[in-house]
């Protein structure tokens, strides 16, 4: 079965630093889909950013961006030029590449960030 | 506005009483989901339904139950014998087959309190 850990329960950053935010996951499979997840204190999950794994390319979006290490099974989330409205939980996510069970989304345990003014 | 409205934000119930918490979208996707969110956990998933008139257990659905009679809508039941249902739920949505990019849409969240 699929596993993601993120292993930094809770972080902080200076506003207008740059922060990593720590993510591996375990798998078998040889295709599928990595995602940020962003839950601000008003408590509605949003996208951050996605992964397909066939992609060698690092994604990118704005100020966030990711570095996979698809051989480290390890995908990491860098938030640049941090800002306050970043602080958030930040939650991990692995998707198989099927459908039926494996297209749900397995979540690590998420990462409390604090931006500091 | 597209979206996942989830009803209601705030519930509070009393043991032994079996609580329904509403999840209504008009994204038009085929998937949805419950998840339970507590502190230090992340989310767990309790059930999904990819296709109207039928849901599939996930992770932790033991003291739950759904319907999937509408594309729209995937109300999720808190019976009495969920032992400690004191928790938030989260509601969310995906499309699905082909279309299935994996990003998954969420509605706000219901926070269950048990007296």
């Known amino acids: 079965a699929q596993t993601v850990t993120q292993s930094q329960p809770e972080m902080s950053v200076q506003e207008a630093e740059t922060v990593t935010l720590s993510c591996t996951y375990d798998?078998?499979?040889?295709?599928?889909?990595l995602f940020w997840y962003k839950q601000p204190p008003s408590r509605q999950m949003i996208l951050v950013i996605r992964q397909e794994a066939y992609k060698q390319q690092n994604a990118t979006e704005n100020r966030f961006s990711v570095n996979f290490q698809k051989a480290a099974k390890s995908f990491s989330l860098k938030i640049s030029d941090s800002q306050l409205g970043d602080t958030a939980m930040y939650f991990c996510a692995f998707m198989g590449p099927y459908g039926g069970s494996q297209g749900n989304l397995i979540f690590g345990k998420g990462t409390k960030l604090s931006v500091k003014p | 506005d597209g979206g996942i409205t989830q009803s209601p934000k705030y519930l509070f119930r009393k043991e032994g009483q079996n609580v329904t918490l509403s999840c209504e979208q008009n994204?038009?996707?085929?998937?949805m989901y419950w998840y339970r969110q507590d502190p230090g956990q992340g989310l767990r998933l309790i059930y999904y339904?990819?296709?109207?008139?039928?849901?599939q257990k996930g992770d932790i659905a033991e003291g739950y139950s759904v319907s999937r009679e509408k594309k729209e809508s995937f109300p999720l039941t808190v019976t009495s014998a969920q032992k400690n249902p004191t928790a938030f739920y989260l509601c969310?949505?995906?499309?699905?087959?082909?279309?299935?990019?994996?990003?998954?849409?969420f509605g706000e969240g219901s926070r269950l309190t048990v007296l």
């Open positions: 339904s990819q296709i109207v008139n039928d849901f």
């Open positions: 798998t078998s499979e040889s295709n599928y889909y």
């Open positions: 994204l038009n996707h085929d998937a």
């Open positions: 969310a949505s995906k499309l699905g087959g082909r279309l299935n990019t994996g990003e998954l849409f």
